[in-house]
């Protein structure tokens, strides 16, 4: 009888610790227009049905806008690149252009292959920036290949293959604690029309979204000075 109550009691502490590490966090849809600026399809059925979510949370939808701003990466015409991917997950998994499908976590994600390395949005227009968002999943179902050493490019002008060529303005530079959950990094305005990250840490990096803000308006643009390297804020959500 001591037995039957103790093993009762184990279950019911697996089940919560289970639910407490891969609760799911389902943000509702958002808008799909925001005055002028309009965003992606986001088929959470199609993304669904197309996932190897491997038994942890499947896709979860990324803000179309946040605090009132419109998320850049996430506009119509806004196309994602990456120097190279881990092979033979794509599309169950891991694909270049899920940086900025509009979902979250895993099955939803994409894997550097060489390091180092670099992952971009192209906005399609230039644009004000201030703050990112991005993380290695969303859900936390997963917590290994995590970056802790990258650097925030952009670029207005030509997106060149080369992170170290003078087309690119430095923002941000992260050298610290490895990025899990999904995360805000914050630096001073700046006018972009790509924005990268440029990724150095062995193990296999994987971002499962990139989102962008700039303001309420970003695409209203004046002309500005050339950004400096900013060691910026963070904030986990």
């Known amino acids: 009888m001591r037995w039957t109550k103790y093993w009762w009691l184990v279950m019911a502490v697996m089940l919560i610790s289970t639910f407490a590490v891969f609760a799911v966090h389902d943000e509702a849809k958002g808008p799909e227009k925001f005055g002028r600026y309009e965003f992606k399809e986001q088929d959470k059925k ?11 949370p499947g896709p979860e939808f990324v803000p179309t806008v946040r605090d009132k701003e419109p998320n850049l990466a996430l506009l119509k015409d806004a196309k994602p690149e990456a120097s190279s991917q881990l092979e033979g997950w794509c599309p169950r998994r891991h694909c270049v252009e899920y940086l900025n499908d509009g979902f979250y976590n ?7 292959g060489a390091i180092p390395g670099w992952a971009q949005i192209d906005i399609g227009d230039v644009a004000n920036v201030n703050r990112i968002y991005f993380g ?3 859900s936390q179902g997963f917590l290994d290949r995590t970056t802790a050493d990258f650097d925030i490019l952009v670029a207005t002008s030509k997106a060149d293959p080369n992170s170290d060529a003078n087309t690119w303005t430095k923002v941000y530079t992260h050298k610290g604690d490895p ?9 001073k305005d700046v006018e972009a029309r790509w924005l ?34 900013t060691w910026g804020e963070i904030k986990t959500e």
Request: with cysteine.
């Open 136 to 138: 290695s999943d969303h």
């Open 179 to 187: 990025i899990s959950e999904t995360t805000e990094f914050t630096f």
């Open 196 to 229: 990268r990250l440029h990724i150095r840490t062995n193990g296999g990096a994987r971002v499962d979204e990139i989102e962008i803000y700039g303001g309420k308006d970003p695409m209203d643009v004046e002309p500005s000075g050339k950004a400096t390297t």
């Open 106 to 112: 895993n099955c939803r994600s994409w894997i550097i």
């Open 46 to 56: 199609a993304a669904t049905d197309e996932c190897d979510a491997g038994g942890k």
